[in-house]
């Protein structure tokens, strides 16, 4: 999927947060975005999910304005904010992952993906026992269930240790090897273990810096 | 012998029997609905839209003094109209305080207040207040069994067909959109589905015991479940023997049925709770000793 920002600005209120920005993201890149708190990481990612409605510029998913856009399910989304799930109440990783396979397009092969984010043995545990490691991999592995042309991962290492860390950004390199399309939003990750393509800096001024890179194998730049 | 007498009775006074039969059927259904709305950490709903099925109740018995007297036998249906109009009510109020959810509640619990209050006062019928406030399993007709049961099918329906659906939504709202569910559908579809499931358990329950039905026995299922499903299976069991305790005990000592039961329930919940505490408390005093 091509994913096309024309000159997106967005405020919260009177407070600007994002001015003029443009970009295209094409299919199979690994986005980097980059910036410190406050600089627009999330708000950009939320304008990209229809989470935010954007009001001044425009966004285009292969070519459908984001307004008339239907097909979510495209996404793959695990939010930086996880603490609007409810962890209280009992419920088995397994539970959690059978619940969210709705579409009838799922391919419904969460062992598949468990096995491969190295959490299998975790599948009857109750959500509410896991570390923030385990619980990160198993919302990627959620977001994976209707097989997403693009992930989009909000700070998701941030309860992650140095020794998973690595494990982690293996996964997602070999995601994005299979052909999706990674947008890593990070305020303090060193890029060292990443295989992203473009990385793009949000400064607190709102300028944006954009740079390409190219991999081996890869087309972007 | 108390028991027996219980036991003798239930199966020689048809009256018994239908009580039992209904709150056999209610003490599935109320925690069976009220494990989503504790998920959806709204304990509160159904209270409010009790309060306000409470204003149809109030609107039927007026409308009877008008001389329209269409409502006055069965005042279940504008009480049910009045709660999915409350319902609705709660969700627009729920997205204007986004991070206050309890917000809405304490509006539309008041609106439905006052206007309970003003229409029972016009109907001058303040008098049956009670009745609807605490209910009584004890009293209901063929009628209201009937529809207790219809209402028992629906949400079982509900569960088969949009189980996934519901729960995807209850645990996590945002991510919803990402799985293909339609947010918006499966939230009103879920506050019509609790709002008939009020209204008719309204003369059985009471507005002020409804909630307690529904919320207690999940309370007291999620100390001990290990999972979604034996915490549900778990809340169905102890809501059932708050049934046939509260019942026994409401026909061994002449109290009132919605009390009697509510009681066993909180029984339960303080047992649970204290057994739980002990055993924790024993397995680390055990860890603390291997140390």
């Keep these: ?221 | 012998m108390i028991t027996l007498s219980f036991l003798q009775d239930l199966f020689t006074q048809y009256f018994l029997l239908r009580a039992f039969v209904a709150g056999i059927i209610i003490g599935a259904v109320a925690p069976t609905i009220g494990t989503v709305v504790v998920v959806r950490r709204l304990s509160f709903i159904a209270d409010t839209l009790g309060h306000f099925s409470l204003v149809g109740i109030a609107v039927s018995l007026y409308l009877s003094t008008l001389g329209i007297s269409i409502f006055f036998e069965t005042p279940i249906y504008l009480g049910l109209l009045f709660a999915v109009i409350g319902g609705i009510l709660i969700e627009l109020f729920r997205r204007a305080y986004k991070n206050y959810k309890e917000i809405s509640m304490v509006i539309v619990i008041s609106i439905g207040s006052t206007l309970s209050a003003i229409f029972f006062s016009l109907a001058k019928k303040t008098g049956s207040l009670y009745a609807y406030l605490f209910g009584s399993i004890i009293t209901i007709s063929n009628y209201h069994l009937v529809l207790i049961a219809l209402t028992a099918i629906l949400v079982l329906s509900m569960f088969l067909i949009f189980g996934k659906q519901i729960l995807s939504v209850s645990f996590d709202e945002p991510t919803a959109k990402f799985l293909g569910i339609n947010l918006n559908l499966f939230q009103i579809l879920f506050m019509i589905i609790l709002s008939v499931v009020v209204s008719v358990l309204l003369e059985s329950a009471g507005v002020l015991l409804i909630s307690s039905m529904m919320i207690i026995p999940v309370a007291a299922g999620m100390r001990v479940g290990w999972s979604f499903r034996s915490t549900l299976i778990i809340s169905i069991v102890f809501s059932e023997l708050s049934i046939f305790f509260g019942l026994w005990g409401s026909h061994a000592f002449d109290l009132p049925s919605g009390a009697a039961i509510v009681s066993v329930n909180v029984i339960i919940l303080l047992t649970v709770a204290i057994i739980k505490k002990l055993i924790v408390r024993r397995r680390i005093s055990k860890l603390d000793k291997l140390k």
């Excluded at chain 1, 708190?37 to 425009?58: A, I, P």
């Excluded at chain 1, 690595?166 to 890029?191: A, D």
């Design chain 1, 1 to 221: 999927m091509q994913i096309d920002i024309r000159n997106l600005s967005f405020a919260y209120g009177h407070r600007a947060i994002i001015t003029g920005l443009s970009h295209t993201i094409n299919s199979g890149d690994y986005l980097v975005v980059q910036g410190k708190n406050g600089t627009g990481k999330t708000t950009l990612v939320k304008c990209l999910l229809g989470l935010n409605s954007v009001k001044n510029g425009m966004i285009f998913f292969d070519g459908l304005d984001i307004n008339s856009f239907k097909q979510w399910t495209r996404f793959g989304y695990v939010s930086q904010d996880l603490d609007s799930f409810n962890y209280e109440f009992p419920l088995t990783v397994e539970e959690l992952l059978k619940f969210s396979i709705v579409s009838r397009k799922a391919p419904h092969n969460y062992l598949k993906l468990l096995d491969e984010m190295g959490i299998l043995e975790i599948l009857n545990q109750n959500i509410n026992s896991l570390s923030g490691g385990q619980l990160q991999r198993v919302f990627i592995v959620r977001a994976m269930l209707n097989n997403p042309d693009v992930l989009i991962l909000d700070e998701p290492t941030a309860s992650i240790d140095a020794q998973n860390k690595q494990f982690f950004y293996e996964t997602v390199n070999s995601l994005n090897n299979s052909g999706k399309t990674i947008i890593l939003i990070t305020h303090t990750e060193s890029l060292e273990n990443i295989n992203y393509t473009h990385v793009m800096n949000l400064s607190l001024d709102m300028s944006v810096d954009i740079k390409a890179r190219v991999l081996e194998g890869k087309f972007t730049l």
